[in-house]
């Protein structure tokens, strides 16, 4: 159904999460609360976006989002978010299908996804390492029949992300020396590295969102999300669960960020549904919280760079200080959905490429539409 200010979410929606991961433990459960709020006419997405919703109780359900920001290539495209479903294929062409009709409806030929409302959001398809931890919060995390299932349904991929894991101790023994010199050298052009503090963070948060346009414009399905918004999903409740240690900033010659990587513990065993005691994402603290974790796993999540500053080496940098700063608490490492092809992704694979490293990669998916 095309969505308006006086939908609501049904609750056969949240059902079919529930049900495609009844008996999995690490599976992370969505929040409804959070899901509704998304979908609240005063989200800034609907100043110029437009959404669809539909579920088939039981079997599958799907969400669909126009924004005149986000496109494939030149072209306007409309996104597919939200999806769940059990492994009935005759459904998800149902689905699916009456999904493309409303995209036609609108004007576009072109569909991608699966991405919910922006990249700010969980986005990207699981393609691997299915049964292989990390499953950390914000993964993406799906079972392997969805992969067969967008094949099926004529989807091709168009975008790969990967995601590195490996031994701090062993990184930094490996890249020591290259990336000292990496950083003196930078350090020369009048570049600082410090710890991120959450009180750095929320003192230039305004700042901070500004510089989010510049930093990810080119992601797909890109638009910039409102400052208020953006307080939400990365202000102060949030940034309360980063490692402060182990988060770098690197400010340029006149004291302004350049480039960041926000660091947090995987707090996926406090947060899955076979947690016990489970808490919920807004309710972790790092100083509260860290002690409740056995063999912790610190994961760079959040990576930036302004465009000006991407050669000289500020990710690897990044990285390296990060692994350093985590020894005393955490024997692995690892950076996060990186998207394949860029400089970032080049550079982690160097930092990574010890033999007992190892990757999850995730997948876009899309595919134009035949005219009716």
């Given at each position: 159904?095309?969505?308006?200010?006086?939908?609501?979410?049904?609750?056969?929606?949240?059902?079919?999460?529930?049900?495609?991961?009844?008996?999995?433990?690490?599976?992370?459960?969505?929040?409804?609360?959070?899901?509704?709020?998304?979908?609240?006419?005063?989200?800034?997405?609907?100043?110029?976006?437009?959404?669809?919703?539909?579920?088939?109780?039981?079997?599958?359900?799907?969400?669909?989002?126009?924004?005149?920001?986000?496109?494939?290539?030149?072209?306007?495209?409309?996104?597919?978010?939200?999806?769940?479903?059990?492994?009935?294929?005759?459904?998800?062409?149902?689905?699916?299908?009456?999904?493309?009709?409303?995209?036609?409806?609108?004007?576009?030929?072109?569909?991608?996804?699966?991405?919910?409302f922006r990249t700010?959001?969980?986005?990207?398809?699981?393609?691997?390492?299915?049964?292989?931890?990390?499953?950390?919060?914000?993964?993406?995390?799906?079972?392997?029949?969805?992969?067969?299932?967008?094949?099926?349904?004529?989807?091709?991929?168009?975008?790969?992300?990967?995601?590195?894991?490996?031994?701090?101790?062993?990184?930094?023994?490996?890249?020591?020396?290259?990336?000292?010199?990496?950083?003196?050298?930078?350090?020369?052009?009048?570049?600082?590295?410090?710890?991120?503090?959450?009180?750095y963070w929320n003192?230039?948060?305004?700042?901070?969102?500004?510089?989010?346009?510049?930093?990810?414009?080119?992601?797909?399905?890109?638009?910039?999300?409102?400052?208020?918004?953006?307080?939400?999903?990365?202000?102060?409740?949030?940034?309360?669960?980063?490692?402060?240690?182990?988060?770098?900033?690197?400010?340029?010659?006149?004291?302004?960020?350049?480039?960041?990587?926000?660091?947090?513990?995987?707090?996926?065993?406090?947060?899955?549904?076979?947690?016990?005691?489970?808490?919920?994402?807004?309710?972790?603290?790092?100083?509260?919280?860290?002690?409740?974790?056995?063999?912790?796993?610190?994961?760079?999540?959040?990576?930036?760079?302004?465009?000006?500053?991407?050669?000289?080496?500020?990710?690897?940098?990044?990285?390296?200080?990060?692994?350093?700063?985590?020894?005393?608490?955490?024997?692995?490492?690892?950076?996060?959905l990186i998207r394949?092809?860029?400089?970032?992704?080049?550079?982690?694979?160097?930092?990574?490429?010890?033999?007992?490293?190892?990757?999850?990669?995730?997948?876009?998916?899309?595919?134009?539409?035949?005219?009716?």
């Amino acid at each position: 159904m095309e969505w308006t200010a006086d939908s609501k979410i049904p609750e056969d929606f949240f059902a079919i999460p529930r049900l495609v991961y009844a008996d999995d433990r690490v599976w992370i459960p969505e929040q409804p609360v959070d899901v509704a709020a998304l979908f609240h006419p005063r989200h800034s997405f609907f100043e110029l976006g437009q959404a669809w919703v539909d579920v088939i109780p039981g079997k599958a359900r799907l969400a669909g989002f126009i924004h005149p920001d986000a496109k494939v290539g030149d072209e306007p495209a409309a996104y597919f978010g939200y999806w769940e479903g059990v492994d009935d294929l005759a459904a998800q062409f149902e689905i699916f299908g009456r999904f493309e009709a409303w995209a036609r409806s609108k004007g576009v030929s072109q569909v991608m996804g699966p991405i919910n409302f922006r990249t700010h959001y969980s986005y990207r398809l699981r393609l691997d390492h299915f049964d292989t931890p990390p499953f950390y919060p914000g993964e993406p995390y799906n079972p392997a029949y969805y992969l067969k299932l967008m094949q099926a349904l004529r989807y091709e991929q168009n975008g790969l992300y990967h995601s590195w894991f490996g031994d701090a101790a062993e990184i930094i023994a490996a890249t020591k020396d290259a990336l000292e010199r990496v950083m003196a050298r930078a350090e020369s052009h009048g570049l600082r590295f410090m710890p991120l503090t959450p009180q750095y963070w929320n003192d230039n948060i305004e700042a901070l969102h500004e510089d989010t346009r510049a930093i990810f414009g080119d992601n797909p399905g890109f638009s910039q999300i409102s400052l208020a918004e953006f307080k939400k999903l990365l202000g102060s409740e949030r940034i309360a669960a980063m490692d402060p240690r182990c988060s770098v900033i690197t400010l340029g010659k006149d004291g302004r960020m350049v480039a960041f990587m926000l660091c947090f513990p995987d707090w996926a065993p406090l947060l899955n549904q076979g947690a016990s005691p489970r808490f919920l994402p807004g309710q972790l603290r790092y100083d509260e919280h860290f002690r409740l974790l056995k063999n912790p796993l610190l994961l760079g999540k959040t990576v930036g760079v302004m465009p000006a500053y991407r050669r000289l080496g500020l990710f690897e940098i990044m990285c390296y200080l990060t692994a350093k700063a985590s020894l005393d608490d955490y024997a692995h490492v690892g950076t996060v959905l990186i998207r394949a092809g860029g400089l970032s992704a080049s550079r982690a694979g160097k930092v990574f490429s010890l033999p007992g490293c190892y990757t999850h990669d995730y997948g876009l998916f899309g595919r134009t539409l035949e005219p009716v």
